[in-house]
């Protein structure tokens, strides 16, 4: 995968703010200068805490895991979501950044996913793993709306992660606010 400079990264991240504005959804704007696109955000609520509670499962039945074994149990089990082994890979890499994996020792010469690991010990539920996965978004969407001047507030977060604006989601999204700042 190739990678830009920051400089250009940055003047990317405003070329598509710019282009958004018109538009008027700031939302939608910090979604693409996130590039949440690029690791196959799912905007739907319901089904991206059901694949992660399936990844949850899957990792739980046998701990250390590896991925493939877990990316496999999922799709055997995910046919209705339409789910590929690509589309897992873009879950966990985001789960991957926020460090949710104890990886085993001694295993460089294995592929990422031959290696076997475990779930840090913070994460003991499904509720968990999905808590970190949307926090590590909202990292995400900070660094953007800080690149692209946009105040960052528990109800745009509750947007993008396609939650309703109640009082319980608007809760939840100050606390990820909270433990990304």
């Known amino acids: 995968m190739w990678s830009r400079s920051w400089p250009a990264r940055r003047a990317a991240i405003s070329r598509v703010s710019r282009d958004d504005e018109s538009s008027g959804d700031p939302a939608h704007a910090l979604i693409k200068a996130a590039e949440l696109p690029a690791y196959g955000f799912e905007s739907d609520p319901d089904k991206?805490?059901?694949?992660l509670?399936?990844?949850?499962?899957?990792?739980k039945i046998e701990e250390p895991f590896a991925l493939a074994d877990v990316f496999e149990?999922?799709?055997q089990d995910s046919e209705s979501l339409g789910l590929t082994t690509s589309r897992l890979s873009?879950?966990?890499?985001?789960?991957?950044?926020?460090?949710?994996?104890i990886v085993e020792s001694e295993q460089q010469d294995r592929p990422v996913r031959q290696r076997l690991m475990r779930l840090q010990s913070q994460i003991a539920s499904d509720e968990d793993l999905i808590s970190r996965y949307e926090s590590s978004v909202v990292?995400?969407?900070g660094v953007a709306a800080t690149a692209t001047g946009e105040q960052l507030?528990?109800?745009?977060?509750?947007?993008?992660?396609?939650l309703p604006e109640t009082p319980e989601a608007i809760t939840y999204c100050e606390k990820l606010l909270a433990n990304v700042s």
């Open 90 to 101: 873009r879950y966990q890499s985001i789960l991957w950044q926020s460090r949710c994996f």
């Open 48 to 51: 991206r805490r059901r694949v």
């Open 153 to 162: 507030t528990a109800s745009l977060v509750c947007r993008v992660l396609g």
């Open 139 to 141: 990292y995400k969407l």
């Open 53 to 59: 509670s399936m990844l949850f499962d899957a990792m």
């Open 73 to 75: 149990r999922v799709l």
